[in-house]
């Protein structure tokens, strides 16, 4: 995916959502489509149904019309073979982690590093920008302070893998949604076009 061209048609762009189960994928892609909160939530959105991906209609800040398309995807370990079969075509990925975390808030880094670099480095998708996104930050309370992930870090991860931005996000706070959504498609946008001039110099080269 990720087409560029200066027609006037849509610029296609690809956002492919990571993250272990219950951190809030597929509800936050149903709220950036639809702004809904389902519920119940579904296991996956249907990207690869009929009658085909699932995409929000958008414009950049210059007034280009954009198609982000959004890929849900999940962890379940007969599936882990698979996963990887949503990554072609991918402009940038968006690896979710939830704000309050018991079960990997010690072993943070590890997570992120371990399993997830290691899953996109070994499929050979090391050159495609990654955004580190917290989820469900309505859930921070003082109440469980230990067991919030904090944003060094976050910061520190970033910084040692070379994952672009972190941000954050609850499906409670609209802005927090557009803003998301506003930096995906920088980012994507920006890999897309990298994508195109080494393609168009390929074609030179081959001319
Ligand atoms: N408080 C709060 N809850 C949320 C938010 N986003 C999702 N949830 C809840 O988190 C739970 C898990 O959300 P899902 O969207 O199913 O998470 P998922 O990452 O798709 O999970 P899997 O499909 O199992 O991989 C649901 O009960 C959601 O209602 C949020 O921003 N704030
Ligand atoms: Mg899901």
Known sequence: ??????????????ATFLGFNGVGKTTLLYNILDRT?????????????????????????DGRKVHLHLRDTYVLDEFDRLRPLNFPGTDVFVLCFPAVDRAHHDIFEDTL???????IVRCGFQDIPVILLKT????????????????EAVDMSRHRVGWMFSLEVSVLNRST????????IVVA???????????????CCLL
């Open 37 to 61: 909160v389902p519920d119940p939530v579904p296991k996956v959105l249907p990207w690869n149904e009929e009658p085909g991906p699932l995409y929000l209609q958008t414009q950049t800040t």
């Open 136 to 151: 469900k930050v309505d859930e921070v309370t003082p109440e469980n302070i230990k067991d919030q992930v904090w944003q």
């Open 177 to 184: 949604v557009q803003e998301l959504i506003s930096r995906i």
């Open 1 to 14: 995916m990720g087409s560029i061209n200066r027609s006037g048609e849509p610029i296609e762009l690809v």
């Open 113 to 119: 590093d371990l399993f997830w670099r290691d899953e």
């Open 189 to 203: 946008l920006k890999h897309a076009e990298r994508k195109a001039r080494k393609s168009k110099r390929l074609s």
